[in-house]
């Protein structure tokens, strides 16, 4: 058993408290290992809230939900009614609809900046992977978490936009038709759709969110936080065993995220108070009409956050796929024509783009579509196996490395945009561009990546105090 610390005789009420808990429960002890005492680099810069921020919008979506869950009833003949009661009659119930909607699109900014900020630093680099699988995994159930929720509201644009993804998945050769049905519980989505997203929702996805939440900052806590510069504090230490370039999180970073909690809240009330469809790209307005299964609207398409993928998915036509087969082509005749190969390996890569080419032309472009949108998300897992770049940092890369991330940001951009309106012959063209950019920029940073002048790496890190 193990020996029960006494609180001082001059402890106050809550000192004696909390220490009737530390002897029942680490809850100081798991403070101070995940904040209080955390040791964190001393030169984190604004990039760095954007974890924080995703923490409380998180938050937000759960408390939000809580309330929304008392009123909503997950009926298809019921659910746009209540929720059109919670808007109307319940006391304050527009004001938590708008919190849970605007919070949404909150948490796909907040995590792309976020995201952003570990690619452009490099914070899925050795000893990180594991953080980095986490958040993508993360970033994952987020994207499960507000598919579920489209449906919930049960207007317009929810109903057809279900309808056209769970479709996709009809487009898997062999098992495509029954894993629709098993999606959508019936052979249309109706009711049964409804009750099983509302229960992933509400109860599946949330969990699972949480729990990876938890290794994600556990994960974080163990092997430390990187930096703009790319330096481990760890390996230079003082006497007290403190890293010399670190600094305690509290009160520190807690003050740091506490102005950017404080700027996020203002912008957020902005956009809650005075424009919470923000133009009909966080709340369509044909999601303001009930679900009509007779009435297709004039164009479809996902919330933003969606877009990017949805054009990628529309831009996978036959003729990408005849472009994606000669881009395997010669990739493979370059291989065989300058790369040092065996005679076993030559035959084995000929083969493999063989066989690649032979299922490209094999199966439906619709299928080769749902593969591409998937690809985009998964490729984001083996990260950091696939940037070979001799340093982390983008601060010690050559010049154009920031130029590349400059047009991925903006491709990402543009393929989210043509994804939000309606199919036209240049958007198409546009998009499949932008698809093979966006795939290439991963696909060929093993290359690019170790291309040009790299600037030394300092032992330590920089910081101008201000």
């Not at 009930?290 to 529309?314: C, D, E, G």
């Amino acid at each position: 058993m193990a020996e029960f610390k006494q609180a001082p005789a001059d402890a106050s009420a809550g000192g004696a408290f909390l220490n009737w808990i530390d002897n029942r429960f680490p809850l100081t002890k798991l403070w101070n290992d995940q904040w209080g005492t955390y040791y964190a680099p001393k030169n984190l810069n604004w990039w760095y809230i954007f974890g924080s921020l995703a923490m409380l919008v998180l938050v937000i979506q759960i408390v939000s939900g809580i309330f929304l869950t008392m009123h909503y009833k997950p009926d298809a003949a019921l659910a746009f009614a209540s929720v059109e009661y919670i808007m109307r009659d319940v006391p304050w119930g527009w004001l938590i609809r708008y919190m849970h909607s605007t919070g949404a699109s909150a948490f796909f900014i907040v995590v792309y900046l976020h995201m952003f900020r570990g690619l452009i630093y490099g914070s899925y680099r050795k000893p990180r992977e594991l953080i980095w699988l986490f958040g993508c995994a993360i970033f994952l159930g987020l994207m499960g978490q507000a598919f579920t929720g489209y449906l919930l509201p049960w207007g317009q644009m929810s109903y057809w936009g279900a309808q056209v993804i769970v479709n996709l998945f009809s487009a898997v050769p062999f098992v495509g038709p029954d894993l629709a049905i098993l999606i959508r519980g019936d052979f249309v989505v109706g009711d049964a759709t409804l009750n099983r997203f509302f229960a992933f929702h509400v109860i599946a996805l949330p969990m699972v969110l949480l729990g990876l939440v938890v290794a994600h900052l556990i994960a974080l806590h163990e092997v430390g936080s990187n930096n703009p510069d790319g330096v481990e504090i760890k390996a230079k230490r003082g006497a007290d065993g403190h890293p010399l370039d670190g600094i305690p999180s509290h009160p520190y970073y807690t003050t740091h995220d506490v102005v950017g909690v404080v700027v996020f809240l203002l912008l957020f009330s902005a956009v809650l108070f005075f424009a919470p469809e923000m133009g009909g790209y966080f709340l369509e307005y044909n999601n303001f009409i009930p679900a009509n299964p007779l009435q297709t609207p004039l164009h479809i398409a996902p919330v933003w956050y969606f877009t990017p993928f949805y054009s990628m998915l529309r831009a996978t036509n036959p003729l990408m796929i005849n472009v994606l087969s000669g881009i395997i082509a010669l990739a493979t005749a370059l291989a065989l024509l300058k790369g040092r190969l065996g005679t076993i390996a030559r035959l084995a890569l000929a083969l493999g783009a063989l066989v690649a080419i032979g299922l490209l032309q094999t199966f439906d472009a619709k299928f080769w579509g749902v593969v591409v949108m998937g690809a985009a998300v998964v490729i984001l897992f083996f990260l950091p196996w696939l940037d070979k770049s001799p340093v982390k940092s983008i601060r010690y890369r050559p010049g154009w490395h920031k130029i590349v991330y400059a047009v991925f940001v903006v491709v990402f951009l543009v393929l989210g945009y043509l994804g939000s309106q309606p199919p036209s012959e240049l958007g198409t063209y546009v998009s499949q561009i932008g698809t093979l950019i966006y795939l290439g920029f991963f696909l060929l940073m093993p290359w690019w990546g170790r291309l040009g002048e790299f600037k030394p790496v300092p032992e330590r890190v920089t910081f101008k105090p201000h």
